[in-house]
């Protein structure tokens, strides 16, 4: 085995809040060595894992974004159309200017590419949406290589919940509650 193959590898990750711990960063015990290959396996470089790529999808206010958050690490890719709209506009959340629609679009739309053809060091991809309809969400797991991850909630439950809101307009997004649940279309 020559010197440079060999790695002192942290079995307790070294992060900003511990490096300067020396029972961690400098203990014998916390250190083993490793081929410079299993390290980078160890550590997820050089994409040596699997990605995975998720379409969460249900009616307005079912918790998928929640789901999300509870779900991903560090390193994964999030798309979102509530926070695309967010960043590019500037505005509070759920504000959406008509007049930056297709900016927010291509943006969503690069950002599927960049999950299509695999670009990029990302882990794994969630992409949050209603999606009602089943032709819509089988389209897009299937040029994805994606699952889907239905976040089931009732009409009531998704109301009740809206009713609890202080951001949002309350008869814009009961509408748009209506408009899902009148649109979907369970998988056959």
Same mark, same amino acid.
């Given at each position: 085995?020559?010197?440079?193959?060999?790695?002192?590898?942290?079995?307790?990750?070294?992060?900003?809040?511990?490096? !300067?711990?020396?029972?961690?960063?400098? !203990?014998?015990?916390?250190?083993?060595?490793?081929?410079?290959?299993?390290?980078?396996?160890?550590?997820?470089?050089?994409?040596?894992?699997?990605?995975?790529?998720?379409?969460?999808?249900?009616?307005?206010?079912?918790?998928?974004?929640?789901?999300?958050?509870? !779900?991903?690490?560090?390193?994964?890719?999030?798309?979102?159309?509530?926070?695309?709209?967010?960043?590019?506009?500037?505005?509070?959340?759920?504000?959406?200017?008509?007049?930056?629609?297709?900016?927010?679009?291509?943006?969503?739309?690069?950002?599927?590419?960049?999950?299509?053809?695999?670009?990029?060091?990302? !882990?794994?991809?969630?992409?949050?949406?209603?999606?009602?309809?089943?032709?819509?969400?089988?389209?897009?797991?299937?040029?994805?290589?994606?699952?889907?991850?239905?976040?089931?909630?009732?009409?009531?439950?998704?109301?009740?919940?809206?009713?609890?809101?202080?951001?949002?307009?309350?008869?814009?997004?009961?509408?748009?509650?209506?408009?899902?649940?009148?649109?979907?279309?369970?998988?056959?």
């Amino acid at each position: 085995v020559r010197a440079y193959d060999i790695i002192g590898h942290h079995k307790i990750e070294l992060t900003q809040e511990n490096v !300067n711990d020396v029972n961690i960063s400098l !203990n014998p015990d916390n250190v083993e060595f490793v081929h410079h290959r299993c390290h980078n396996y160890i550590h997820d470089k050089l994409g040596y894992s699997v990605r995975e790529i998720y379409v969460v999808y249900g009616p307005p206010l079912a918790g998928k974004t929640t789901w999300v958050r509870d !779900n991903m690490s560090e390193g994964d890719l999030v798309i979102d159309m509530d926070n695309i709209w967010q960043c590019v506009s500037g505005c509070d959340r759920y504000i959406k200017p008509n007049r930056l629609k297709s900016i927010a679009f291509r943006i969503r739309d690069s950002l599927l590419d960049s999950v299509r053809y695999r670009f990029g060091k990302w !882990n794994n991809a969630y992409i949050i949406g209603g999606y009602p309809l089943s032709s819509e969400r089988e389209r897009l797991c299937k040029e994805l290589g994606a699952r889907e991850i239905f976040i089931e909630a009732t009409k009531e439950e998704c109301l009740q919940r809206l009713d609890a809101c202080e951001d949002r307009n309350k008869s814009e997004w009961a509408g748009y509650i209506e408009e899902w649940f009148r649109r979907y279309t369970p998988l056959a």
